[in-house]
Protein backbone atom coordinates (compact mmCIF):
# COMPACT_ATOMS: atom_id res chain seq x y z
CA UNK A 1 0.00 0.00 0.00
CA UNK A 2 1.57 3.23 -1.19
CA UNK A 3 0.91 6.74 -0.42
CA UNK A 4 2.91 10.24 -1.35
CA UNK A 5 5.06 10.59 1.10
CA UNK A 6 6.82 6.91 -0.89
CA UNK A 7 8.16 9.55 -3.35
CA UNK A 8 11.05 10.77 -1.10
CA UNK A 9 14.20 8.47 0.14
CA UNK A 10 12.70 8.39 3.68
CA UNK A 11 12.38 4.71 4.05
CA UNK A 12 13.94 2.75 7.37
CA UNK A 13 12.92 -0.63 6.38
CA UNK A 14 11.75 -2.55 2.46
CA UNK A 15 7.90 -2.05 3.60
CA UNK A 16 6.02 1.30 1.74
CA UNK A 17 5.51 4.21 4.64
CA UNK A 18 2.14 2.57 5.42
CA UNK A 19 3.73 -0.10 6.70
CA UNK A 20 4.70 -0.01 10.55
CA UNK A 21 8.32 -2.01 10.98
CA UNK A 22 5.84 -3.89 13.90
CA UNK A 23 2.80 -5.82 13.82
CA UNK A 24 2.15 -4.29 17.42
CA UNK A 25 -1.78 -3.31 17.03
CA UNK A 26 -1.22 -0.83 19.38
CA UNK A 27 1.69 1.10 17.21
CA UNK A 28 0.83 5.06 16.92
CA UNK A 29 2.13 8.14 15.39
CA UNK A 30 1.08 11.78 17.07
CA UNK A 31 1.21 14.99 16.71
CA UNK A 32 0.14 16.98 20.07
CA UNK A 33 0.26 20.92 20.70
CA UNK A 34 -1.03 23.20 23.93
CA UNK A 35 -1.19 26.95 23.84
CA UNK A 36 -1.66 28.75 26.44
CA UNK A 37 -1.29 32.94 27.67
CA UNK A 38 1.67 33.36 30.43
CA UNK A 39 -1.25 34.67 33.02
CA UNK A 40 -3.72 31.70 32.88
CA UNK A 41 -6.03 33.93 31.11
CA UNK A 42 -6.39 30.52 28.52
CA UNK A 43 -5.03 27.67 27.45
CA UNK A 44 -5.55 25.30 24.79
CA UNK A 45 -4.66 21.84 23.38
CA UNK A 46 -4.77 19.78 20.08
CA UNK A 47 -4.08 16.40 19.41
CA UNK A 48 -4.16 14.20 16.17
CA UNK A 49 -3.04 10.59 16.16
CA UNK A 50 -3.37 7.47 13.33
CA UNK A 51 -3.17 3.96 14.62
CA UNK A 52 -2.05 2.06 11.38
CA UNK A 53 -3.41 -1.40 12.62
CA UNK A 54 -6.32 -0.36 14.08
CA UNK A 55 -7.25 1.45 11.22
CA UNK A 56 -8.25 4.64 12.78
CA UNK A 57 -7.36 8.27 12.44
CA UNK A 58 -8.67 10.78 15.37
CA UNK A 59 -8.19 14.68 16.57
CA UNK A 60 -9.28 16.31 19.40
CA UNK A 61 -9.38 20.03 20.51
CA UNK A 62 -10.14 21.59 23.51
CA UNK A 63 -10.09 24.96 25.49
CA UNK A 64 -10.76 26.13 28.86
CA UNK A 65 -10.39 29.61 30.93
CA UNK A 66 -10.56 30.87 34.34
CA UNK A 67 -14.05 30.19 36.21
CA UNK A 68 -15.64 28.52 32.44
CA UNK A 69 -16.15 25.59 31.36
CA UNK A 70 -13.99 23.33 29.43
CA UNK A 71 -15.12 22.93 25.45
CA UNK A 72 -14.07 19.90 24.10
CA UNK A 73 -14.57 18.71 19.97
CA UNK A 74 -14.01 15.02 19.23
CA UNK A 75 -12.98 13.27 15.94
CA UNK A 76 -12.43 10.43 14.82
CA UNK A 77 -12.44 8.64 11.04
CA UNK A 78 -11.04 5.26 9.50
CA UNK A 79 -7.77 6.10 8.91
CA UNK A 80 -6.85 6.66 4.98
CA UNK A 81 -3.89 4.98 3.68
CA UNK A 82 -2.68 8.85 2.89
CA UNK A 83 -0.59 9.48 5.46
CA UNK A 84 -0.20 12.95 4.47
CA UNK A 85 -4.01 13.20 4.86
CA UNK A 86 -4.18 15.12 8.38
CA UNK A 87 -8.39 15.61 8.46
CA UNK A 88 -11.27 14.75 10.50
CA UNK A 89 -14.36 16.19 9.03
CA UNK A 90 -14.37 19.95 10.21
CA UNK A 91 -11.00 19.60 11.55
CA UNK A 92 -7.38 19.81 9.53
CA UNK A 93 -3.86 20.23 10.45
CA UNK A 94 -2.05 21.94 7.68
CA UNK A 95 2.30 21.29 7.59
CA UNK A 96 3.38 24.79 6.15
CA UNK A 97 6.99 23.95 6.42
CA UNK A 98 8.24 20.85 8.62
CA UNK A 99 9.84 21.84 11.81
CA UNK A 100 8.95 25.17 11.73
CA UNK A 101 5.30 26.19 10.93
CA UNK A 102 1.94 23.97 11.20
CA UNK A 103 -1.34 25.82 10.55
CA UNK A 104 -4.82 23.91 12.71
CA UNK A 105 -8.21 24.79 11.48
CA UNK A 106 -11.83 23.73 12.93
CA UNK A 107 -14.69 24.75 10.77
CA UNK A 108 -17.21 26.06 12.28
CA UNK A 109 -19.47 23.04 13.37
CA UNK A 110 -22.42 21.62 16.13
CA UNK A 111 -19.69 22.25 18.73
CA UNK A 112 -19.82 25.70 19.29
CA UNK A 113 -15.77 25.26 18.72
CA UNK A 114 -13.65 26.23 16.07
CA UNK A 115 -10.17 27.84 15.35
CA UNK A 116 -7.65 29.25 12.79
CA UNK A 117 -4.02 28.87 14.49
CA UNK A 118 -0.42 29.02 13.25
CA UNK A 119 2.24 28.04 15.20
CA UNK A 120 5.68 28.99 14.98
CA UNK A 121 8.80 27.56 16.56
CA UNK A 122 10.81 29.36 18.51
CA UNK A 123 13.22 26.37 18.96
CA UNK A 124 15.29 23.70 17.14
CA UNK A 125 13.53 20.28 17.48
CA UNK A 126 14.53 18.86 20.68
CA UNK A 127 14.83 14.51 20.95
CA UNK A 128 13.80 13.26 24.24
CA UNK A 129 15.45 10.26 25.44
CA UNK A 130 13.84 7.28 24.14
CA UNK A 131 10.83 5.98 26.37
CA UNK A 132 10.49 2.25 27.09
CA UNK A 133 8.11 0.74 29.60
CA UNK A 134 7.84 -2.72 30.37
CA UNK A 135 4.66 -5.07 31.12
CA UNK A 136 5.50 -8.05 32.24
CA UNK A 137 8.05 -9.11 29.26
CA UNK A 138 6.19 -7.39 26.42
CA UNK A 139 6.63 -3.38 25.68
CA UNK A 140 3.89 -1.84 26.89
CA UNK A 141 5.67 1.46 25.65
CA UNK A 142 8.28 2.32 23.38
CA UNK A 143 7.98 5.76 21.98
CA UNK A 144 10.21 8.29 20.36
CA UNK A 145 9.41 11.87 20.91
CA UNK A 146 10.57 15.81 20.14
CA UNK A 147 9.18 18.81 21.24
CA UNK A 148 9.28 22.26 20.13
CA UNK A 149 8.88 25.64 21.87
CA UNK A 150 7.22 28.34 19.59
CA UNK A 151 4.18 30.46 19.74
CA UNK A 152 0.58 30.88 18.49
CA UNK A 153 -1.29 33.23 16.10
CA UNK A 154 -5.23 33.54 15.44
CA UNK A 155 -8.74 33.27 17.03
CA UNK A 156 -10.46 30.63 18.50
CA UNK A 157 -14.44 30.80 19.23
CA UNK A 158 -16.40 28.71 21.70
CA UNK A 159 -19.46 28.42 23.39
CA UNK A 160 -18.27 31.44 25.87
CA UNK A 161 -16.99 33.98 23.97
CA UNK A 162 -13.75 34.54 21.57
CA UNK A 163 -10.39 34.82 22.08
CA UNK A 164 -7.37 36.60 19.99
CA UNK A 165 -4.62 34.23 19.91
CA UNK A 166 -1.37 36.98 19.37
CA UNK A 167 1.86 35.44 18.58
CA UNK A 168 3.53 38.41 20.78
CA UNK A 169 1.54 37.21 23.83
CA UNK A 170 0.81 33.15 23.39
CA UNK A 171 3.18 29.92 24.21
CA UNK A 172 3.09 26.80 22.85
CA UNK A 173 4.76 23.38 22.80
CA UNK A 174 4.49 20.92 19.80
CA UNK A 175 4.94 17.28 21.08
CA UNK A 176 5.43 14.45 18.13
CA UNK A 177 5.92 11.44 18.97
CA UNK A 178 5.55 7.79 17.44
CA UNK A 179 6.26 3.60 18.24
CA UNK A 180 4.00 1.58 20.49
CA UNK A 181 1.61 2.37 23.68
CA UNK A 182 -1.75 1.43 24.85
CA UNK A 183 -4.16 3.17 23.08
CA UNK A 184 -7.84 2.00 22.04
CA UNK A 185 -10.12 -0.63 23.43
CA UNK A 186 -8.17 -3.15 25.97
CA UNK A 187 -6.83 -6.47 24.89
CA UNK A 188 -8.50 -9.38 25.85
CA UNK A 189 -7.56 -13.13 26.77
CA UNK A 190 -3.85 -14.52 27.87
CA UNK A 191 -3.54 -14.48 31.58
CA UNK A 192 -3.69 -11.30 33.42
CA UNK A 193 -0.50 -9.33 34.07
CA UNK A 194 -0.62 -6.83 37.64
CA UNK A 195 -0.27 -3.09 37.20
CA UNK A 196 2.10 -1.42 38.63
CA UNK A 197 2.33 1.75 40.10
CA UNK A 198 3.76 4.86 38.30
CA UNK A 199 4.19 8.46 37.73
CA UNK A 200 4.46 10.53 34.80
CA UNK A 201 5.57 14.01 35.38
CA UNK A 202 6.18 16.38 31.70
CA UNK A 203 7.76 20.09 32.39
CA UNK A 204 8.20 22.62 29.32
CA UNK A 205 9.14 25.62 30.76
CA UNK A 206 10.04 29.36 28.77
CA UNK A 207 12.37 31.95 30.27
CA UNK A 208 13.46 34.97 28.85
CA UNK A 209 16.14 33.45 26.37
CA UNK A 210 16.16 30.03 26.32
CA UNK A 211 13.62 26.60 27.60
CA UNK A 212 14.05 23.77 30.31
CA UNK A 213 12.03 20.97 29.87
CA UNK A 214 12.28 18.14 32.63
CA UNK A 215 10.07 14.29 31.78
CA UNK A 216 9.47 11.42 34.26
CA UNK A 217 8.19 8.00 34.46
CA UNK A 218 8.54 6.73 38.06
CA UNK A 219 7.77 3.72 39.37
CA UNK A 220 5.64 3.04 42.60
CA UNK A 221 8.69 3.26 44.64
CA UNK A 222 9.86 6.67 43.37
CA UNK A 223 12.11 4.52 41.52
CA UNK A 224 13.40 6.21 38.01
CA UNK A 225 12.01 4.17 34.72
CA UNK A 226 12.88 7.50 32.20
CA UNK A 227 14.52 10.42 33.99
CA UNK A 228 15.61 13.63 31.56
CA UNK A 229 16.26 17.24 32.35
CA UNK A 230 17.75 19.96 29.38
CA UNK A 231 18.24 23.50 28.65
CA UNK A 232 18.38 24.74 25.39
CA UNK A 233 18.29 28.48 22.80
CA UNK A 234 15.19 29.87 22.63
CA UNK A 235 15.19 32.04 19.15
CA UNK A 236 13.29 35.14 18.35
CA UNK A 237 11.71 34.22 15.07
CA UNK A 238 11.61 31.18 13.00
CA UNK A 239 14.41 32.34 10.57
CA UNK A 240 16.71 32.25 13.13
CA UNK A 241 16.56 28.79 14.22
CA UNK A 242 19.74 27.19 12.68
CA UNK A 243 18.35 24.04 11.25
CA UNK A 244 15.89 20.92 12.25
CA UNK A 245 18.53 20.42 15.47
CA UNK A 246 20.92 23.53 16.47
CA UNK A 247 23.84 21.15 18.55
CA UNK A 248 22.64 23.19 21.33
CA UNK A 249 20.76 21.02 23.89
CA UNK A 250 22.42 21.23 27.43
CA UNK A 251 21.83 17.74 28.36
CA UNK A 252 21.64 17.45 32.25
CA UNK A 253 23.04 14.56 34.08
CA UNK A 254 19.29 13.90 35.84
CA UNK A 255 16.92 15.36 36.88
CA UNK A 256 14.56 14.80 39.91
CA UNK A 257 10.79 16.51 41.26
CA UNK A 258 8.74 17.18 43.94
CA UNK A 259 5.10 17.33 44.31
CA UNK A 260 2.95 19.03 46.91
CA UNK A 261 -0.58 17.87 45.85
CA UNK A 262 -3.72 18.84 46.87
CA UNK A 263 -5.07 17.17 50.06
CA UNK A 264 -7.58 14.56 48.99
CA UNK A 265 -6.56 14.15 45.18
CA UNK A 266 -3.76 13.64 43.02
CA UNK A 267 -3.16 17.19 41.73
CA UNK A 268 -0.30 18.94 42.29
CA UNK A 269 -0.76 22.27 44.02
CA UNK A 270 2.67 23.11 43.81
CA UNK A 271 6.22 21.51 42.51
CA UNK A 272 9.72 21.55 42.55
CA UNK A 273 12.12 20.34 39.99
CA UNK A 274 16.17 19.77 40.14
CA UNK A 275 18.48 19.99 37.14
CA UNK A 276 21.40 18.59 37.80
CA UNK A 277 24.07 19.38 35.83
CA UNK A 278 27.12 17.14 34.90
CA UNK A 279 29.11 18.81 37.80
CA UNK A 280 26.35 17.94 40.15
CA UNK A 281 25.63 21.71 40.48
CA UNK A 282 21.92 21.63 40.76
CA UNK A 283 19.28 24.63 39.36
CA UNK A 284 16.03 24.34 41.26
CA UNK A 285 12.86 25.53 39.82
CA UNK A 286 9.31 26.44 41.87
CA UNK A 287 6.45 25.90 40.16
CA UNK A 288 3.09 27.55 41.00
CA UNK A 289 -0.66 26.27 38.86
CA UNK A 290 -2.34 29.10 37.57
CA UNK A 291 -4.85 27.22 35.74
CA UNK A 292 -5.98 23.65 35.19
CA UNK A 293 -6.92 21.66 31.81
CA UNK A 294 -8.02 18.25 31.94
CA UNK A 295 -6.61 15.72 29.43
CA UNK A 296 -9.35 13.91 28.78
CA UNK A 297 -10.53 16.69 27.08
CA UNK A 298 -7.75 15.54 24.35
CA UNK A 299 -9.08 11.84 24.64
CA UNK A 300 -6.78 11.40 26.92
CA UNK A 301 -8.43 8.31 29.76
CA UNK A 302 -11.43 9.40 28.46
CA UNK A 303 -14.69 6.79 28.62
CA UNK A 304 -16.34 7.43 25.44
CA UNK A 305 -13.59 9.23 23.08
CA UNK A 306 -10.45 7.51 24.20
CA UNK A 307 -7.51 7.62 21.66
CA UNK A 308 -7.62 5.02 19.18
CA UNK A 309 -10.85 3.43 19.97
CA UNK A 310 -13.32 2.38 16.34
CA UNK A 311 -16.12 4.81 16.77
CA UNK A 312 -17.29 4.23 12.99
CA UNK A 313 -16.60 5.69 9.73
CA UNK A 314 -16.89 9.08 10.41
CA UNK A 315 -17.99 10.52 13.93
CA UNK A 316 -17.83 13.54 15.94
CA UNK A 317 -18.62 14.41 19.18
CA UNK A 318 -18.43 17.08 21.48
CA UNK A 319 -18.64 18.07 25.71
CA UNK A 320 -18.49 20.78 28.23
CA UNK A 321 -17.73 20.74 32.25
CA UNK A 322 -16.77 22.83 34.70
CA UNK A 323 -12.99 21.93 35.95
CA UNK A 324 -13.43 22.89 39.61
CA UNK A 325 -16.77 20.57 39.62
CA UNK A 326 -14.95 16.87 38.97
CA UNK A 327 -14.29 14.09 41.22
CA UNK A 328 -10.35 14.12 41.01
CA UNK A 329 -10.23 10.50 41.25
CA UNK A 330 -12.17 9.76 38.70
CA UNK A 331 -10.12 7.41 36.73
CA UNK A 332 -10.72 9.82 33.79
CA UNK A 333 -9.83 13.02 35.85
CA UNK A 334 -6.65 12.28 37.01
CA UNK A 335 -4.56 12.81 34.04
CA UNK A 336 -3.83 17.00 34.40
CA UNK A 337 -2.30 19.62 32.53
CA UNK A 338 -1.77 22.89 34.40
CA UNK A 339 -0.34 26.49 33.47
CA UNK A 340 2.36 27.30 35.90
CA UNK A 341 4.09 30.24 36.84
CA UNK A 342 8.29 29.31 37.53
CA UNK A 343 11.26 30.46 39.25
CA UNK A 344 14.52 29.77 40.28
CA UNK A 345 15.87 32.46 42.75
CA UNK A 346 17.02 34.44 39.77
CA UNK A 347 14.53 34.22 36.83
CA UNK A 348 11.03 34.39 36.47
CA UNK A 349 9.42 31.41 33.54
CA UNK A 350 6.06 30.09 32.71
CA UNK A 351 5.07 26.75 31.26
CA UNK A 352 3.08 23.77 31.62
CA UNK A 353 3.23 20.75 34.48
CA UNK A 354 1.58 17.51 33.25
CA UNK A 355 1.02 15.05 35.78
CA UNK A 356 -0.56 11.49 36.33
CA UNK A 357 -0.30 9.41 38.96
CA UNK A 358 -1.64 5.69 38.61
CA UNK A 359 -1.86 3.01 40.90
CA UNK A 360 0.43 2.95 44.46
CA UNK A 361 3.07 5.97 44.68
CA UNK A 362 5.59 5.90 47.56
CA UNK A 363 6.78 9.72 46.90
CA UNK A 364 2.45 10.49 47.44
CA UNK A 365 1.62 8.43 50.00
CA UNK A 366 -0.48 6.37 47.65
CA UNK A 367 -1.16 2.88 48.50
CA UNK A 368 -4.39 2.08 45.86
CA UNK A 369 -5.37 2.61 42.57
CA UNK A 370 -6.85 5.83 42.68
CA UNK A 371 -6.91 6.82 46.51
CA UNK A 372 -5.87 10.84 47.23
CA UNK A 373 -3.10 12.74 48.96
CA UNK A 374 -3.18 12.10 52.94
CA UNK A 375 -2.28 15.38 54.90
CA UNK A 376 0.04 14.36 57.79
Not at 41 to 62: E, T
Not at 165 to 185: L, N, Y
Not at 316 to 345: C, W, Y
Amino acid sequence: MLNKLDDYPIHQTPEPIAHPATSDRNVYDRTWYNGYAPDGSYYFGIGMAVYPHRGILDCAFSVVQPGMRQHCFYGSRRAPAERTEMNVGPFRMEIIEPMRKTRVILDDNESGISCDLTFSARTASIQEARQILLSGTRRAMDATRFDQFGRWQGVINHPDGEIKVDDSFCHGTKDRSWGVRGVGESETGGAPVHPRGICFVWAPLFWEDHISHAIFFDGERGEPLVREGLEAPLYKSVSDIPGVEDGLVDRKLTARHRIKYHPGTRLAASAEIDLVNLDEGIRTIQLEPILKFMMKGLGYGHPEWKQGMWKGELETGHESFDPRQLDHLSPENIHVQQVVKATDGEREGVGVLEQIVVGPYAPGGFKSLFDGYKED
